[in-house]
């Protein structure tokens, strides 16, 4: 055996002293990549909060569509009540202007009637005036014989009135032109009062039309109003589905988002993930720092899973999959099994196998205070929402080991565990692995 000087001892722990810094040196990387994985969760974070933010405003867009919907079924009874009165006046508009359509044969056929009965007069009056002209002839040749004063008031009269006047002083000249000529102003005078009798019917029909056409008028009045309320009623409806368009348009970019957001939190997950296992290798040297005082219970195993609730009165509030969301009411999935027990808050949480602490970690919006295991064989525990933890980033823990306290942090409506257990990144149901017993 070489027998050291001290020079050589100093020289020795100098170079272990150097060795050691190397070491931490080494053991200082993930400790850098664990920083790293706090920006992603920030990251995560962030998302997290545009998600909620995203989700309630569309829960707003639709609150607000559906008041848009209400008004459109308003605006179309309306217009439905509006289209019936439309309809009441076009058809009554129509019997008027059928009225008013007769009212104008009736008159027409009464003109014709009057130009016939004109006609006539004016026939008689041919008749009369070759009476009177015949007369004249026999004045002429009584003229021949020497009578010249009834000759001059003859050929003076220039109408049939002035000549009938006339006549009347010369009825003792001629009795025959004189019976002719009188039968022939009876038969004028029967004309005329015909004519007038008509003409009275005529008077009577135009006024008829007039109060006719004023109702027609009356109601087209009416008919204008109504279509300039249909108008504006159809113009509020256009309003209103352009409003609603909008609506479906931000909805759809918003859940669009919403889509996007997601995506990128399951890759930060996955990238926080990855960094967290790059870390645990250089970590795991660490893994047997247990001490004596790790509080161990013995607690139900199954198949080499354990309960991680051990208090006997723990029982399933949530399970894993499709659910209504407690607090929103909202179907999402839920990512792994809630269980809580009587006088939850801080009972003790168990490893639900042996593994080594991946994460330890605090999310408002998510899990809250949590932990992950990683049990070495592609299997990884998580346990959300606790009131504390009692193991340590990078420290191994056996099956059955209190790692945490029950609590009701980050988004949770009670005091409960959110259990997750993942193989190879994936959630899976629990129930495929652990029971109560
Ligand atoms: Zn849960």
Same mark, same amino acid.
């Given at each position: 055996m070489?027998?050291?000087?001290?020079t050589?001892?100093?020289?020795?722990?100098?170079?272990?002293?150097?060795?050691? =810094?190397?070491?931490?040196?080494?053991?200082? !990387?993930? #400790?850098?990549? &664990?920083?790293? =994985?706090?920006?992603?969760?920030?990251?995560?974070?962030?998302?997290?909060?545009?998600?909620?933010?995203?989700?309630?405003?569309?829960? @707003?867009?639709?609150?607000?569509?559906?008041?848009?919907?209400?008004?459109?079924? &308003?605006?179309?009874?309306?217009?439905?009540?509006?289209?019936?009165?439309? @309809?009441?006046?076009?058809?009554?508009? *129509?019997?008027?202007?059928?009225q008013?359509?007769?009212?104008?044969?009736?008159?027409a056929?009464?003109?014709?009637?009057?130009?016939?009965?004109?006609?006539?007069i004016?026939?008689?009056?041919?008749?009369?005036?070759?009476?009177?002209?015949?007369?004249?002839?026999?004045?002429?040749?009584n003229?021949?014989?020497?009578?010249?004063?009834? /000759?001059?008031?003859?050929? +003076?009269?220039?109408?049939?009135?002035?000549?009938?006047?006339?006549?009347?002083?010369?009825k003792?000249?001629?009795?025959?032109? *004189?019976?002719?000529?009188?039968?022939?102003?009876?038969?004028?005078?029967?004309i005329? &009062?015909?004519?007038?009798?008509?003409?009275?019917?005529?008077?009577? /029909?135009?006024?008829?039309?007039?109060?006719? @056409?004023?109702? #027609?008028?009356?109601?087209?009045?009416?008919?204008?109003?109504?279509?300039?309320?249909?108008?504006?009623?159809?113009?509020?409806?256009?309003?209103?589905?352009?409003?609603?368009?909008s609506?479906?348009?931000?909805? *759809?970019?918003?859940?669009?988002?919403?889509?996007?957001?997601?995506?990128?939190?399951?890759?930060?997950?996955?990238?926080?993930?990855?960094?967290? +296992?790059?870390?645990? #290798?250089?970590?795991?040297?660490?893994?047997?720092? +247990?001490?004596?005082?790790?509080?161990?219970?013995?607690?139900?195993?199954?198949?080499?899973?354990?309960?991680?609730?051990?208090?006997?009165?723990? %029982?399933?509030?949530?399970?894993?999959?499709?659910?209504?969301?407690?607090?929103? $009411? =909202?179907?999402?999935?839920?990512?792994?099994?809630?269980? !809580?027990c009587?006088?939850?808050?801080?009972?003790?949480?168990?490893?639900?196998?042996?593994?080594?602490?991946?994460?330890t970690? %605090?999310?408002?919006?998510?899990?809250?205070?949590y932990?992950?295991?990683?049990?070495?064989?592609?299997?990884?525990?998580?346990?959300?929402?606790?009131?504390?933890?009692?193991?340590?980033? $990078?420290?191994y823990?056996? *099956?059955?080991?209190?790692?945490?306290?029950?609590?009701?942090?980050? %988004?949770a409506?009670?005091p409960?565990?959110?259990f997750?257990?993942?193989?190879?990144?994936?959630?899976?149901?629990?129930y495929?692995?652990?029971? #109560?017993?």
């Amino acid at each position: 055996m070489m027998k050291l000087n001290n020079t050589l001892k100093n020289i020795l722990a100098i170079a272990m002293c150097l060795s050691l =810094v190397a070491v931490s040196t080494f053991f200082y !990387t993930p #400790k850098a990549s &664990a920083e790293s =994985v706090d920006q992603l969760k920030e990251k995560y974070s962030s998302l997290e909060q545009k998600v909620s933010d995203s989700e309630k405003r569309i829960s @707003e867009l639709e609150k607000e569509k559906a008041g848009q919907e209400k008004i459109i079924d &308003a605006l179309n009874q309306q217009l439905s009540q509006l289209s019936e009165q439309l @309809e009441n006046i076009q058809s009554q508009k *129509q019997g008027v202007s059928a009225q008013i359509d007769e009212a104008e044969a009736k008159i027409a056929d009464l003109n014709s009637q009057i130009d016939q009965l004109n006609a006539d007069i004016e026939e008689k009056n041919q008749e009369i005036d070759a009476t009177v002209q015949l007369f004249c002839q026999r004045m002429r040749a009584n003229y021949m014989a020497g009578d010249t004063t009834i /000759l001059e008031m003859f050929t +003076n009269s220039s109408n049939v009135a002035n000549f009938l006047n006339r006549v009347e002083l010369f009825k003792r000249v001629t009795q025959s032109d *004189q019976k002719l000529v009188d039968d022939l102003n009876d038969e004028i005078a029967s004309i005329e &009062a015909m004519q007038k009798q008509l003409e009275e019917s005529k008077t009577e /029909l135009q006024g008829q039309k007039v109060v006719l @056409e004023g109702k #027609k008028s009356d109601l087209q009045v009416v008919e204008n109003e109504l279509n300039s309320t249909q108008e504006s009623i159809e113009a509020k409806s256009a309003e209103v589905e352009e409003k609603l368009k909008s609506i479906n348009y931000e909805t *759809q970019e918003l859940n669009v988002s919403v889509e996007e957001y997601n995506e990128t939190m399951e890759s930060l997950e996955r990238q926080i993930q990855n960094a967290i +296992n790059n870390a645990k #290798k250089a970590s795991q040297n660490n893994s047997g720092s +247990n001490s004596s005082s790790d509080k161990i219970i013995n607690g139900n195993v199954s198949g080499g899973w354990m309960w991680p609730v051990p208090d006997s009165t723990s %029982y399933v509030s949530s399970s894993y999959g499709y659910r209504s969301d407690p607090a929103t $009411g =909202v179907t999402k999935y839920h990512s792994g099994l809630d269980i !809580t027990c009587s006088a939850a808050y801080g009972k003790p949480l168990v490893a639900t196998r042996a593994g080594t602490v991946i994460l330890t970690d %605090y999310m408002s919006g998510g899990y809250g205070n949590y932990i992950m295991i990683d049990h070495g064989d592609g299997f990884v525990s998580l346990y959300g929402h606790c009131s504390s933890l009692a193991a340590s980033y $990078g420290q191994y823990v056996k *099956q059955g080991q209190v790692i945490a306290y029950i609590g009701a942090s980050g %988004y949770a409506t009670g005091p409960h565990v959110h259990f997750e257990i993942r193989y190879n990144g994936e959630k899976v149901n629990p129930y495929n692995y652990i029971s #109560k017993g």
